[in-house]
């Protein structure tokens, strides 16, 4: 079972996010279920939505305690609620930012982690430019798709269709800004791999 | 061919192609996507011929089901939490009438304090109201269950409850397989009333009953619970004859074979129940879980049978009976009569609260062990409940309970983080 937890505001379309990546898990043949972390759900509030992929039926319904990827769409959540309750060093972070771990004062919090797990992409730009819009979830997942692996830019193209399938400008952008978001990580990734050879 | 759904958008699409003709709803918080979804299938002419019918409130919601019914037109709407109770008095009269209303309860907490999050405090209140209670674990049991739930209340001419939790299966999006409209009509034939208001043959329902004859009528609401016993277990022997799907029943056992405890729960926590079962069963506990599907009519014998060899049972209720404990509990021990087993009960979930593996976990432990008090409280911070009642033995003008306890809670919250 991989666990996802994404951490965002309301109106930045955290519950979609969610949605969407089961949808692509869906799509891929495997099980998945997404859920919100069911507040009186408001813009600007801090919103969680959770997302489990696995083989088979999935039964538990506690929400994500210690997710195997956390996915931080607003970097202002940071200092206001603890989005990293429950990561492990081995987990995946991914958060929406033009800054680095260390300039976003988290170099130390994150010392043990697998360095290559953790990386920042500045989603909200590329969304604005591709979407017209900085609405960053669709491209936060596909930045996800490059860093863990765990489901295909293919895949999520298809879930950003279909979730937006009355609205098809809406659904190119998206699936646009997935694309250049899953390059940027993809190249983040192999110059750290350059950095710091095996 | 399997789709990934929201829950409420299945529930809605399968209480489409049940066909129903009236679908009335107030559209106001607490209601779900689930009418919202059957009104645009109205709207845009998929589900036809039927009437949608936005009403003032939850008495009018049931109202209106009430008399569509009455008419012989089969019925639907869908509420949770105060909505229920605002419907309280027609629920009466429609079970009391004999009048196959299918409704999805989506679970809620009931205040205050205000809360909107899920527990099955509303359902439980109308536990004596004679409906039918179905409770579904899962989503695709959701959609199926509201199937077989037209078919359970037409026969028997009597209304029935889909119970599924609010939020936690509603809104939560999975993998579910949508039944084709000709295998549902092969199903679920048409609705054939036992009575029906008709402007040509003016005729009255609803007849005042005085003491020569109150106790026979009512009666008959209780012969039916009995009839639906047997067909309960029967429709959905029929419906996994025609969909390939183990879903509803009575009981749903898992594991308890040779359990030596079993813990017997409702609705959706069964799935995180399982898979801590699952867990402790490596570790050699002899653990099961008995699901109660029908919870009105309570299954008193499958209930016994299931339960008769285990040596102690265990039931976690997410509601409460203020003044005494569980709810669901005071039937477990009915159906225990005279058969003598530790009995314990936990109240968990209340108000939206995760119910986690590692807190049922240690839960069961305690209960294998026989170290629970007879009446526990799951995750329970007793220190903010003993600091509100000290501040009430110290004054008589201690305050408001709930605005005292969040300043208390909020204090703990506002730590370094």
Known sequence: ?198 | MPRQLEGSRAVAEAVALCRPEVICAYPISPQTHIVENLSQLVKSGELAPCEFVNVESELAAMSVAIGASATGARAYTATASQGLLYMTEALYNASGLGLPIVMTVANRAIGAPINIWNDHSDSMSQRDSGWIQLYAETNQEALDLHIQAFRLAEELSTPVMVCMDGFILTHAVERVEMPTQERVDAFLPAFQPRQALDPDEPISIGAMVGPEAFMEVKYLAHAKHMQALELIPQIAADFEGAFARDSGGLIRPYRTDDADTIVVALGSVLGTIKDTVDELREEGVRIGVLGIGSFRPFPLEAVRRELERAQRVLVLEKALAVGVGGIVSMDVRMALTGIHLHGYTAIAGLGGRPITKASLRGLFLDAAADRLEPLTFLDMDWDVVNRELERMRASRASGAHAENILRDVGAVAAGPV
């Open chain 1, 1 to 198: 079972m991989f666990e996802v937890r994404i951490h965002g505001r309301g109106g930045q379309g955290v519950v979609t996010a969610a949605e969407m990546l089961a949808l692509a898990a869906f799509d891929e043949g495997r099980y998945a279920q997404a859920f919100p972390s069911f507040g009186s759900e408001r813009m600007g509030a801090p919103v969680v939505a959770f997302c489990r992929i696995d083989e088979h039926e999935i039964r538990t319904r506690e929400p994500v305690m210690e997710p195997d990827a956390l996915i931080v769409q607003d970097p202002t959540l940071l200092h206001q609620v603890d989005v990293f309750g429950g990561c492990r060093p081995e987990g995946y972070i991914l958060i929406n930012t033009a800054k680095s771990f260390d300039e976003l004062g988290l170099g130390g919090f994150v010392k043990g982690f697998r360095r290559e797990r953790l990386l920042t992409v500045p989603a909200s730009e590329l969304a604005r430019e591709h979407t017209g819009r900085a609405v960053a979830n669709a491209a936060l997942l596909g930045g996800f798709a490059a860093l863990t692996g765990a489901i295909s830019l293919d895949a999520v193209a298809r879930a950003v269709r279909e979730r937006f399938a009355t609205a098809e400008a809406v659904a190119e952008g998206n699936v646009a800004a997935a694309g250049a978001a899953h390059q940027w990580v993809a190249a983040e990734l192999q110059e750290l791999t350059r950095a710091t050879p095996a």
